[in-house]
């Protein structure tokens, strides 16, 4: 009687590998970006050198140009790359305010999604599952007011956009409410940038005067200096801010409420 063939078994878990190609995939498009120096490209030099041609594009192709912006916005943030605050003052400029800041915080939240599915998958639980029980309590104390934490900081622009996707997926934060802080708070802060980039023209023009007159002096290395950061006003900023503590309130009472609760 032939002996039956011992059965090989896979030692890979079909669930794990799916786990893990999203981040592989994402790794090596970052590796990309950075190797071929494409997030060089992110800067007002660049885009004053191809602002032309963008216009005219723009122009004759609105709705076609307003997609590729929103799925270069959308493929930035899911790479966690430095530049929403740059990209919406260019959407502002190219699109209108109105229309730009729409896309923006769109583009924004989808980018944000991607990210906090793949971090979430791959490396938040298993993290999480591994960290000490301090760390498993303050994700646990972060989950009960989630949401209004995260609407808190996305309502204030110093805290960096890739920083708070990553602390969300980390802390175990569902999926809904990750969705409806990160477009609730991104809709002021997309609307302040792409309104101050409607006005961009005037930064350009003197952008490019300051550069000619470095030019004229001999000097070979005279780049344009831009930070988007530098559009928003300060009281633009301390609008911001309030909106930011404003949604931290709720979360203020609670303890308060729990405190006096606990003492009394």
């Known amino acids: ?7 090989f078994h896979r030692t890979e878990k ?38 032309a041609g963008l216009q005219e594009l723009v122009a004759a192709h609105h709705w076609t140009m307003l997609g590729l912006f929103g799925l270069i916005y959308v493929v930035a943030v899911t790479l966690s790359l430095p530049v929403s605050a740059f990209l919406t003052t260019i959407g502002g400029y190219l699109f209108g305010w109105a229309l730009g800041g729409i896309a ?50 996305r309502l204030i622009p110093i805290v960096p956009f890739w920083l708070t996707n990553l602390a969300a997926a980390f802390f175990g934060m569902r999926l809904r409410p990750f969705i409806l802080a990160t477009q609730l708070g991104m809709l002021p802060v997309s609307f302040a940038f792409a309104f101050a980039g409607s006005g961009l023209d005037e930064v350009i023009s003197r952008q490019e005067s300051l550069r000619a007159d470095c030019l004229a002096t001999g000097q070979s290395d005279c780049a344009v200096d831009f930070n988007a950061g530098s559009l928003l006003t300060p009281e633009l900023m301390i609008a911001l801010a309030i909106l930011g503590i404003l949604a931290l309130v709720p979360v203020g009472l609670r303890h308060w409420r729990r405190r006096v609760a606990d003492e009394g």
């Open 1 to 7: 009687m032939a002996e039956t063939p011992p059965k």
């Open 14 to 51: 079909p669930g794990r590998l799916r786990r893990i190609l999203p981040l592989a995939l994402l790794l090596a498009g970052l590796t990309g970006v950075f190797a071929t120096g494409l997030h060089r490209s992110f800067n007002l030099e660049t885009f004053i050198h191809y602002q």
């Open 104 to 153: 923006a915080s769109m583009a924004a939240t989808l980018g944000a999604i991607n990210i906090f599915l793949i971090a979430r998958s791959s490396l938040g639980r298993p993290l999480l599952q591994r960290a000490g029980a301090r760390i498993q309590g303050l994700a646990a104390g972060f989950r009960r007011q989630a949401f209004l934490y995260l609407l808190s900081l």
